[in-house]
């Protein structure tokens, strides 16, 4: 008898898993969305090991299988095979009772990578990989959204596209009440609180939490302005900067003061003119005790201390 155990990830749904396998025993929910599952049986797998999704472990040694690219390639699965034999690698300590998983692994060590793409560079370890990177070439995108025109090339895209739709935010912070549909954006989150910065510019030493943040602030060494109003000769680097612009053109000013009538084109603006009612001046003059409201005045005021005597 062969005693199987591991975790249905989202790729591999409860339900399919319990239509192909009666000899499940157990069946719960754990986080993440994923279900922890246990099978009993003598026939269902083989040197292959386990279905999509699935890291599955022969109780006997206590390794990690493989995961199948399909349910289809699950069915295949046949012949029995004897708990106890145990693949170890002689990198580390992995150990596994498939052999096929032990090749695969050991070409994390080896840096093979042996399916490459015929269109590109690309290359992967896992034909799987390759599988889904070839999409890309072809456009194909064969899973759609039943309530809008979306379309994608990934199960697991069009999962998270979903939960726009639903709501859905599976992905809670620990450290704060925030809650995120995607496990990459609460990944992306916690580093607010760890304040780590990975992106790091090559040209000075700015740091990003954010791969958009580098490539925005890389624009200020290359000049590169891909945004062009397309009323005049107007042109920037940030998308924000030609929004505020494109005001100019339109006359729309979004910001409303809440003590008078006045409005402004940007919130900067708007700023400003609020210290016409609080009277607050930030703004200092280094020589003497003038203080202003505004920055252009307090240059303004400096001419006075460099104008030559009489």
């Not at 032990?102 to 060590?109: A, C, E, G």
């Not at 290359?222 to 505020?244: A, H, I, Q, V």
Request: glycine share 8%; charged share 30%.
């Amino acid at each position: 008898m062969l005693l199987v155990e591991g975790v249905v990830g989202e790729g591999s749904p409860v339900s399919e898993m319990l239509e192909f396998f009666p000899e499940i025993i157990n069946s719960k929910a754990i986080s993440n969305g994923q279900r922890q599952f246990r099978i009993e049986s003598s026939s269902i797998l083989d040197d292959n090991g386990g279905p999509d999704g699935v890291v599955v472990s022969v109780c006997d040694c206590h390794a990690k299988g493989p995961g199948f690219d399909s349910l289809r390639d699950l069915k295949k699965a046949k012949k029995p095979r004897g708990p106890g034999k145990c693949y170890e690698c002689s990198h580390c300590d992995f150990r596994t009772g498939w052999a096929s998983y032990m090749k695969r692994h050991v070409m994390t060590h080896t840096g093979e990578k042996p399916h490459k793409c015929n269109h590109c560079e690309f290359e992967s370890n896992r034909l799987s990989n390759l599988k889904v990177h070839l999409l890309r070439h072809t456009g194909e995108k064969p899973h759609a959204c039943d309530q809008c025109d979306f379309r994608t090339s990934l199960h697991g895209i069009l999962k998270k596209h979903k939960r726009m739709h639903t709501g859905e935010r599976p992905y809670l912070c620990e450290l704060c009440d925030h809650s995120f549909s995607s496990m990459g954006h609460l990944n992306v989150h916690k580093r607010i609180h760890t304040g780590e910065k990975p992106y790091e510019c090559d040209q000075c030493d700015f740091k990003a939490a954010r791969l958009s943040q580098l490539k925005l602030h890389k624009r200020r060494h290359t000049g590169e302005k891909p945004y062009m109003c397309e009323r005049c000769d107007f042109k920037t680097s940030w998308l924000s900067e030609l929004k505020r612009h494109n005001r100019i053109h339109t006359g729309e000013k979004p910001y409303g003061c809440d003590q008078c009538d006045y409005r402004a084109a940007q919130l900067s603006h708007l700023k400003e003119h609020k210290r016409k009612h609080s009277g607050e001046k930030p703004y200092l003059c280094d020589r003497c005790d003038y203080r202003s409201a505004y920055a252009a005045n307090i240059q303004q005021h400096r001419l006075k201390h460099d104008a030559p005597q009489a």
